[in-house]
């Protein structure tokens, strides 16, 4: 953990570093969703930014 921290400290929040972290140590829960779902979960999230088209 100290080698990930240290190397991604300077480009990482904290909370960011912690929910990277998190979904290395929890891989069995994450190898159990599919892809498709996530896919589908975060083309339902709204964008943050409009179009400038």
Do not use: H, W, Y
Not at 18 to 29: A, K, M, P, R, V
């Amino acid at each position: 953990m100290n080698f990930v921290k240290n190397k991604l400290r300077n480009r990482m929040s904290d909370s960011l570093l912690g929910d990277c972290l998190f979904t290395f140590i929890e891989q069995d829960i994450f190898f159990t969703v599919k892809e498709d779902d996530l896919i589908e979960t975060f083309m339902a999230i709204r964008r943050r930014r409009p179009d400038t088209k």
